[in-house]
């Protein structure tokens, strides 16, 4: 599987934006999905994860009820809908593609990257 992260850029705090990764190979739906973020001098964390079937998600806290994660396996895109964007959450994203849900957390397990798109919050 190959993952083509965009829809990063500048967004002033509060604001919004929509992140997508289209995936490549017709085993898109076999995958869980996920996004991953790495800030200056930090190291990279999970953001928030989306099963198969887009029946089960998964947030870290800090972006728990202003992300939302979702996908369209039609077009084998899985999107990362930001908003209400804080400084702290300027980085570099990346999605990620995994096919044991129960890793879809660990950077260390996952299956496939995407390149990184940036996020850069201005106050």
């Known amino acids: 599987v190959q993952l083509q992260a965009s829809g990063g850029g500048l967004v002033q705090a509060g604001g919004s934006l929509r992140l997508s990764c289209a995936a490549s190979g017709r085993t898109f739906r076999s995958y869980h999905m996920g996004w991953f973020r790495q800030a200056p001098g930090k190291e990279r964390e999970f953001v928030a994860a989306?099963?198969?079937?887009?029946?089960?998600?998964y947030y870290v806290e800090s972006v728990k009820g202003r992300f939302t994660i979702s996908r369209d396996n039609a077009k084998n895109t899985v999107y990362l809908q930001m908003n209400s964007l804080k400084h702290e959450d300027m980085a570099v994203y990346y999605c990620?593609?995994?096919?044991?849900?129960?890793?879809?957390?660990?950077?260390?397990?996952?299956?496939?990257w995407g390149q990184g798109t940036k996020v850069t919050v201005s106050s």
């Open positions: 989306i099963s198969r079937s887009g029946g089960l998600t």
């Open positions: 990620a593609a995994d096919s044991n849900w129960y890793g879809i957390d660990n950077d260390a397990a996952i299956d496939y």
